[in-house]
T-cell receptor, first 114, second 114 residues
């Protein structure tokens, strides 16, 4: 399972776009990049997943450059309710029991300021 | 909606006691996981199971065991609780097939060992 590196914390004002970058230099060919969000006193929640280029859903966008050694989670116009810890994970989402194992790092604590 | 429930939100036990943490999911998922979460360390995988009666060690299995007698239920057992097992315990489940191998988390059990 590839190791990821992301900032420990970030601050942002309400209404701004927030970009959280994750580094994963030893990502393997079959690995996908997945982001989870965790609010205090709750379990993590899946946000978005991608393999290459750009993925967008109703919550966020995920940008992945051609070399796939990093990725950026983009949250448009954050609000106070986006204050949470965001985890970047890299792993093979293919076959085999071991592929369902995810490795969570320490995450990035995002604080949204009024 | 997928629902993962854990038997207790808060639990206080004494050193040396045998502790059972129960997790139940209602979506017929094949895979189930137990994590612990500690400040500054993120989520760490203790054990996971990809089928009934099957189990695999995660990153920190020492001091823990698990049981999966039925598909919907995954139990974490602390044979002799110690103070360094005071932590937040999170259970998750995921399907073998389906979108993104997303993991669905329960609300967590905050265990204090005195």
């Amino acid at each position: 399972l590839a190791k990821t590196t992301q900032p420990i914390s970030m601050d942002s004002y309400e209404g701004q776009e927030v970009n959280i970058t994750c580094s994963h230099n030893n990502i393997a060919t079959n690995d996908y990049i997945t982001w989870y969000q965790q609010f205090p006193s709750q379990g993590p929640r899946f946000i978005i997943q991608g393999y290459k280029t750009k993925v967008t859903n109703e919550v966020a966008s995920l940008f992945i450059p051609a070399d796939r050694k990093s990725s950026t989670l983009s949250l448009p116009r954050v609000s106070l309710s986006d204050t949470a810890v965001y985890y970047c994970l890299v792993g093979d989402m293919g076959s085999g029991a071991g592929s369902y194992q995810l490795t969570f790092g320490k995450g990035t604590k995002l604080s949204v300021i009024p | 909606d997928v629902k993962v429930t854990q038997s207790s939100r808060y639990l206080v036990k004494r050193t040396g006691e045998k502790v059972f943490l129960e997790c139940v999911q209602d979506m017929d998922h094949e895979n189930m996981f137990w994590y612990r979460q500690d400040p500054g360390l993120g989520l760490r995988l203790i054990y996971f199971s990809y089928d009934v009666k099957m189990k695999e060690k995660g990153d920190i299995p020492e001091g823990y065991s698990v049981s999966r007698e039925k598909k919907e239920r995954f139990s974490l057992i602390l044979e002799s609780a110690s103070t360094n097992q005071t932590s937040m315990y999170l259970c998750a489940s995921s399907p073998t097939s389906g979108k993104n191998n997303e993991q669905f988390f329960g609300p967590g059990t905050r265990l204090t060992v005195l």
